[in-house]
């Protein structure tokens, strides 16, 4: 049988690089996709519990949800799929998912959604906003996407993948951590049209901090960046420090 | 000079257990208030970067944000505090943020965006919908509060505090990592008054994976529990792993 793969996405299912990716993982398996009906860009792990969802199908495998990344992944496996799938990609995002950022995407929580729910998952992402080059990131996707496959990943554990703007399907590929990128703190103030003050949050990227072996050095490098990312987030070596905190179990002076 | 505390939650700025907080953690320093103006549970790390966001003062220290708790957190940071604070508290919940909840919580994601300004962060949480048991998960809030603003903690480092339903201040506080909770994945589909289809996500929790030493077997054991939350997402043992995995850089055949 060949692999179900599930594909979804936060640019929204009309974005130019989900459809590169539902080509390339075509070569893998079985495609089918459930992606937001408009862009969920920066939503992260958001849950849709206060109000309903609609989904419109566009193909025979190809479901739009006016929801989340992570409404997508929850709707498809309990309402949309024929099976569990064997992959969940999430993809191809236009612009980086590096560093920090991966706690804020959506892209991201898409793959973490299914990693939660013990599917093996890929998040894949084209480091530039200014870039059109989906297909090779597509193709860089896929080629991850079939090692997991074989290879399978640990419980809890899923890859995040973020391709340089201006390389080939040759690019090498670096395994990394995840590095610390930076953002303009800035809050544009302004005036509506009845004269009430907005606050808009924004900010460029700034940069990035200059660490070897993460993902952001690796980008900057012309290489694929591959980055195992968890679901615990539990700090186990200062769990061990917290043992000594012992004024909190000391009985009130 | 007296520490700045910075309170957000994401029950929304009108929630009884925001002002148990403020009320409990006014003892330690100069308390300011920067909280959703509507109810944000399971909104994650969302940030609202597509639409303006408001601000309505509701008292000398208090404001309201028509967003999420980490806009709260980000337009407090730039626009509404005299000055950086010491630290930031995010809750009371109401209800439990123990195991896989803490990627879902828009509380947590308070105290997750402070974490990631270097601002020490504690997110406290009612581990029962049905309790208002607010003042004792407040005072034991601010009794570890007492302790960050003494101690400090390490960067990139939160405390997610959660306080059983039935027990006073003088509880055991207990140190954990994140257990695993289970929820019924349920999709509730109807017909809207239009006769279309419409799909509801929820289902109610369902119990929790029994291991020594998690936030859920804590709570259980009626204990406060404490557990450690990392900002670094990345799995540093499977990244060692991934090294074998050279086929990525084999010339296609």
Redesign the interface.
């Known amino acids: 049988m060949r692999p179900l793969i599930l594909i979804t996405n936060d640019d929204g299912i009309d974005a130019p690089g989900i459809k590169a990716l539902e080509k390339a993982m075509s070569a893998l398996g079985d495609v089918w996709t459930v992606a937001p009906a408009s ?1 969920q ?10 109000n ?4 419109h199908q566009r193909a025979e495998q190809r479901f739009a949800v006016t929801g989340t990344p ?2 997508c992944v ?2 498809a ?3 949309i799929l024929p099976r569990r799938p064997d992959i969940c990609v999430s993809g191809v995002n236009h612009g980086a998912n590096m560093g ?1 950022d ?3 995407s959506g892209t991201v ?1 898409g793959a ?1 959604e299914a990693t ?1 729910q013990d599917i093996p998952s890929v998040a894949v992402s084209l480091a530039s906003y200014k870039s059109q080059n989906f297909d090779t990131a597509a193709a860089a996707a896929a ?2 996407a079939a ?1 997991v496959l074989k ?1 399978g ?2 419980r809890g ?1 899923l890859l995040n993948v973020n391709v340089p703007k201006d390389v080939g ?2 690019a ?2 670096k ?4 590095g610390r990128r930076y953002y303009g ?3 544009t ?2 005036n ?1 049209p009845r004269n ?7 900010g460029a990227e700034l940069g990035f901090d200059d660490i070897p072996g993460t993902d952001c050095n690796a980008v900057a490098d012309h290489c694929i960046s ?11 070596k ?2 061990d420090e ?2 000594k ?1 012992t ?3 000391e ?2 002076e």
């Open positions: 862009e860009s920066a939503v992260s792990h958001a849950i849709t519990l206060w309903p969802l609609r989904i992570t409404d929850y709707i496996l309990s309402k920090d991966v706690i804020y929580a973490s939660l080629k991850v090692s290879r990943l640990p554990v399907v040759d090498p590929f395994f990394t951590k995840l703190q800035i809050v103030e302004n509506d009430k003050p907005y606050y808009w949050i924004g591959v980055s195992p990312v968890q679901m615990d987030l539990t700090h186990y200062f769990l917290l043992g905190w004024e909190l179990n009985a009130a």
